[in-house]
């Protein structure tokens, strides 16, 4: 027979030592019908348990720890620590520090009203080690058990062969060194209205834009030595994809898609067909369009037609307003985010489709207006959460970041993570890019 003395306590907090010796529900005893099961220990009143061998029931009266796990390990420079409820608690109190007897405490905080506490500015490739105890009837519990997790290792340098391409209304295309944020090359004078796009191995620099005298956006090819405009056609404001085999470049803008030869900008194929934005396939000659029934229209390059459609059957969709789409650098995953529900913050679901099966495989809540990154080591995607124009939409100034080996998703990165930051009203997260070797992220 066991009991609580003074607080309810659900079945699923209390352990035994040893562990997994409880063989049987918990009973309780009703007057008007007899013995029958229970979820919940209450103070006043006994309970039948069978038990394989002697041992001690642990009701908890201390937290549980539940992230960073124990023994992580790469683990950010920004942490959030998280864990479980402790049912009498009414604050609580976490110590962080570099040894595991707590003599050199980085972080101390007994004025907690929630089960989270965030840490930034952490050290590369350092050991922590952190605990938390809870506030109960004018007494502190005890300590959780203690943690371990190692921070990631400080990444090389980017190689001196890439460069950050940004756009600015006011200065134009700007290349900066990647490691030091210092400008290497510019291209001025034009009024960027969009993404660029680069060649690589071509030396041309696609980007749609205009000077400052026009009113019409153009699609701009630029030769990146001599800074000389080789090959200008007025366009549609969306950005220009090109297909796997770099013969065409591809826009879509509302009922219009449109094929362009790469190096002449003559009209290869225009038709009107209803699809909204669009990604290639890096190792197939198909693109990746929204459609309007809720799923994934398949167009063949090659010829030119519709190939196949890909549906995304979730009944839990109250609405259907496409966001964003990428593709893994191997071509098997298509990412997408989408404005499914204007009710909650998290008004927008991010969805995972496997092309090898044509079929979801993951779903995620996501801002309304989640702009997509993914990693080219293939192992993560990055989710920003962008400002709106119309101010209907409130971000909170994160990153969420999807694991493609185990289809979790976490919140990465806050702005308020850093030193010195003050964030003015709702900060955004425009835009995220990976650098070539995945090790770095630059949140715009």
């Known amino acids: ?10 079945k699923h907090f209390i352990s035994t030592q040893p562990e997994e010796i409880i063989l049987s529900p918990y009973y309780r005893y009703n007057p008007s019908v007899g013995y029958e099961i229970t979820d919940t220990i209450k103070p006043g009143e006994g309970y039948w348990v069978k038990c394989s061998s002697p041992g001690t029931v642990i009701f908890p009266f201390r937290p549980n720890l539940i992230s960073p796990e124990n023994n992580a390990a790469n683990t950010p420079q920004a942490i959030i620590f998280t864990w479980q409820s402790l049912i009498c608690a009414i604050s609580y109190h976490i110590q962080v520090a570099t040894d595991s007897l707590f003599n050199n405490i980085i972080l101390e905080d007994s004025t907690l009203s929630v089960t989270s506490k965030d ?15 809870g506030y109960c009837d004018n007494a502190w519990s005890r300590w959780s058990v203690v943690w371990k997790f190692q921070t990631l290792q ?4 980017i190689s001196d062969e890439y460069a950050l391409f940004t756009l600015n209304n006011e200065f134009g295309l700007r290349l900066l060194d990647p490691n030091r944020l210092v400008l290497l090359d510019s291209l001025s004078g034009y009024f960027p209205s969009s993404t660029l796009e680069f060649s690589s191995g071509d030396s041309i620099w696609y980007m749609i834009s205009r000077t400052v005298e026009e009113e019409i956006d153009s699609l701009i090819a630029v030769d990146s030595v001599t800074k000389e405009v080789l090959l200008r056609r007025e366009s549609y404001p969306t950005r220009w994809v090109m297909d796997k085999d ?8 509302y009922d219009t898609l449109t094929f362009i030869d790469r190096l002449t900008f003559q009209l290869v194929k225009k038709e009107n067909i209803s699809m909204g934005g669009s990604i290639p396939s890096p190792i197939r000659s198909e693109l990746y369009c929204f459609n309007a029934n809720r799923g994934i229209t398949v167009y063949d390059i090659d ?10 059957n979730d009944n839990s969709i109250v609405a259907w307003h496409p966001r964003d789409l990428n593709i893994s650098h191997d071509g098997r995953y298509l990412y997408l985010t989408v404005s499914t529900n204007y009710s909650l913050r998290y008004q927008g679901t991010f969805y995972v489709i496997d092309l090898l099966k044509d079929s979801v495989i993951s779903k995620n809540p996501c801002g309304r207006l989640a702009r997509i990154s993914v990693s080219p080591d293939g192992n993560f995607v990055y989710l920003s959460d962008p400002l709106p124009i119309s101010g209907d939409y409130i971000p909170i100034g994160e990153v969420l970041r999807y694991n493609v080996n185990t289809c979790g998703m976490e919140i990465y990165l806050k702005l308020n993570y850093f030193p010195g930051i003050t964030i003015p009203g709702n900060q955004g997260t425009r835009r995220v890019i990976v650098s070539p070797d995945s090790r770095s992220i630059f949140v715009l």
């Not at 400080?154 to 340098?157: A, E, I, R, T």
């Not at 770099?246 to 803008?253: A, G, H, S, T, V």
């Open 119 to 133: 840490l930034c500015n952490l050290g590369y490739a350092n050991s922590y080690y952190w605990r938390v105890r």
């Open 303 to 312: 010829s030119f037609k519709v190939d196949r459609h890909i549906p995304i």
């Open 246 to 253: 770099k013969r065409y470049l591809i826009n879509q803008f």
């Open 154 to 157: 400080q990444p090389d340098p």
């Open 1 to 10: 027979m066991i009991g609580s003395v003074h607080k309810i306590i659900p």
